[in-house]
């Protein structure tokens, strides 16, 4: 749909920016190249040809290869965001359980219905090493999703969700790799996530915190 959306860097400075529907188009089938082709494989030409449309078309919305990958970035984290946002909507735990099954939850869908958006993601994290400028971008990117992880972990009990959110991400993120590599068709992450959470934050605490809230009036879960 045509019109402006908001894009903030992780020194809080924003840009206003404007997405067309030929843009959006363009930005989508590149970034179905990078998933499914690699950083090396975009190019203007791949990414007419992915969208179907003439050639040129790229390279008149974006004139160098650098200027694609800074709006491939930006579609990328206003795609993700959306998605996330989708997500957070339906998840307000109340013990590991809960927060186990929806982090699997997310897994799964991370490494099926979003596989490609995935993998472009984690093609951007390796270019992001050398290029400070997308590393800004793929840090601010992140740091919503930490936010609500540690907001999560609080509630289901957590002393120390701070530390105990890089534990969680990192091995989701190494759980989703794997899949993404080494396809098993009965994936389902859920137990080993709970068992992971119920090793940090204790298979109780979280029942007992609530418990003690709801007997205080507390009406934060």
């Known amino acids: 749909m045509e019109g402006y959306y908001v894009c903030c860097s992780a020194n809080n400075s924003c840009s206003l920016w404007f997405m067309s529907p030929r843009r959006e188009l363009l930005l989508d089938a590149a970034i179905r190249v990078l998933g499914e082709r690699g950083v090396r494989a975009v190019t203007h030409r791949a990414v007419d040809a992915e969208a179907a449309v003439a050639a040129g078309s790229t390279a008149n919305y974006f004139g160098t290869r650098d200027a694609l990958f800074q709006a491939i970035v930006e579609r990328f984290v206003e795609r993700e965001r959306a998605n996330f946002e989708e997500f957070v909507v339906t998840v307000r735990p109340t013990s590991t359980a809960d927060l186990g099954r929806a982090l ?20 951007l994290l390796v270019e992001s090493a050398n290029n400070p400028v997308l590393r800004e971008q793929m840090a601010s990117a992140g740091a919503r999703v930490s936010s609500w992880f540690a907001t999560w972990l609080r509630l289901i009990g957590s002393t120390d969700p701070d530390h105990h959110m890089h534990v969680v991400g990192n091995y989701l993120t190494g759980l989703v790799l794997h899949q993404l590599a080494i396809p098993d068709p009965q994936f389902d992450p859920t137990d080993k996530v709970i068992s992971l959470l119920e090793s940090l934050v204790g298979p109780d605490r979280a029942g007992s915190r609530v418990a003690h809230a709801a007997a205080q009036g507390d009406n934060t879960f």
């Not at 490494?111 to 490609?116: E, F, L, M, S």
């Open 104 to 123: 699997a939850e997310s897994a799964r869908d991370a490494a099926g219905r979003n596989r490609t958006l995935t993998l472009s993601r984690f093609a």
